[in-house]
Nanobody, 125 residues
Framework: QVQLVESGGGSVQAGGSLTLSCAAS?????????MGWFRQAPGKEREAVGF????????TYAKSVEGRFTISRDNPKNTVYLRMDNLSPDDTAMYYC?????????????????WGPGTQVTVSS
């Protein structure tokens, strides 16, 4: 089965930017699989950040990140990115890549079959 791995996390100051990557072990994986970005902060439940459908024509973002975060995909279609701008301490969390949407609500983590191990993002004030 496919494996996902996130990278690009780190520590940044408020107002800074980071770009996270989600690499799939199968070439062209994201050409036929929808995906979502999720995050989980200490003491809080996992929350959806954004969603990209299988065709890439529909991209949905949480209100808290809309206008600041952007999902994109490279040409080989085996890597998806999350560009994060104007970061604030409220964005501090472990960020996860999820794929293969099985139907339902895009923000429901249980709707995704595959998950990466996560990458930590820490934003200081």
């Amino acid at each position: 089965q496919v494996q996902l791995v996130e990278s690009g996390g780190g520590s940044v100051q408020a107002g800074g930017s980071l770009t996270l990557s989600c690499a799939a072990s199968e070439y062209g994986f994201f050409n036929s699989n929808s995906m979502g970005w999720f995050r989980q902060a200490p003491g809080k439940e996992r929350e959806a950040v954004g969603f990209r459908d299988v065709a890439g024509g529909v991209k949905t973002y949480a209100k808290s990140v809309e206008g600041r975060f952007t999902i994109s995909r490279d040409n080989p279609k085996n890597t998806v990115y999350l560009r994060m701008d104007n970061l604030s301490p409220d964005d501090t969390a472990m960020y996860y890549c999820a794929a293969t949407f099985r139907g339902g609500m895009w923000y429901d983590a249980s709707a995704f079959k595959y998950w990466g191990p996560g990458t930590q993002v820490t934003v200081s004030s």
